[in-house]
T-cell receptor
Framework: GAVVSQHPSWVICKSGTSVKIECRSL??????MFWYRQFPKQSLMLMAT?????????EQGVEKDKFLINHASLTLSTLTVTSAHPEDSSFYIC??????????????FGEGSWLTVV | AQSVTQPDIHITVSEGASLELRCNYS??????LFWYVQSPGQGLQLLLK??????LVQGIKGFEAEFKRSQSSFNLRKPSVHWSDAAEYFC????????????FGQGTELSVKP
């Protein structure tokens, strides 16, 4: 079946540095991808919608300049956390949706990426 | 605004007992509804989904869910719980015209007693 892969699964970075997380659809083309953030013991909160070839749409309260999203191809979206701080430590999950209309499509989730900022 | 409520934060059931996890949504039209399961530190696995048609939906691992429009509910059920079912369960709604964007409930943590 369809698979969405995230890389890296775990990353530790120093405060003030930037870190990039990749989300790839391995066997289908994803016209739209979504980035979520999940704090421990909490639900997933949508951060942004990533559309191939156009700018991402951010949810209210999400800093566009801090969480840079690039969807350069139909199989890859990247989330870059810029000038990371300890409060950015979280579990980041992406999902991908194929094309051709929604009602027949399933949303596939990646395995998630743990970010720890020290 | 659309929202999803899972009233139970934590449920404990005995192995072999039946299970029902509650989910209520708020949305003007019929939404697309999903149940996902998440093991600690891992991503999400889709259990089942409802788009239209038969309101009783069968999923993987013996789970089923019933869409009740009058109650704005989409409760998840399993007749006999296994120890491996212990995990976090999320109900999610996708407004039909927003192509894949999901709004999640708070989640219900399921513990299974031997």
């Amino acid at each position: 079946g369809a698979v969405v892969s995230q890389h890296p699964s775990w990353v530790i970075c120093k405060s003030g540095t930037s870190v990039k997380i990749e989300c790839r659809s391995l066997d289908f083309q994803a016209t739209t991808m979504f980035w979520y953030r999940q704090f421990p013991k909490q639900s997933l909160m949508l951060m942004a919608t990533s559309n191939e070839g156009s700018k991402a749409t951010y949810e209210q309260g999400v800093e566009k300049d801090k969480f840079l999203i690039n969807h350069a191809s139909l199989t890859l979206s990247t989330l870059t956390v810029t000038s990371a701080h300890p409060e950015d430590s979280s579990f980041y999950i992406c999902s991908a949706k194929g094309g051709g209309g929604y009602s027949g499509n399933t949303i596939y989730f990646g395995e998630g990426s743990w970010l720890t900022v020290v | 605004a659309q929202s999803v409520t899972q009233p139970d934060i934590h449920i404990t059931v005995s192995e072999g007992a039946s299970l029902e996890l509650r989910c209520n949504y708020s949305y003007g039209a019929t939404p697309y509804l999903f149940w996902y399961v998440q093991s600690p530190g891992q991503g999400l696995q889709l259990l089942l989904k409802y788009f239209s048609g038969d309101t009783l939906v069968q999923g993987i691992k013996g789970f089923e869910a019933e869409f009740k429009r009058s109650q704005s509910s989409f409760n998840l059920r399993k007749p006999s719980v296994h120890w491996s079912d212990a995990a976090e369960y999320f109900c999610a709604v996708s407004p039909g015209n927003q192509g894949g964007k999901l709004i999640f409930g708070q989640g219900t943590e399921l513990s299974v007693k031997p």
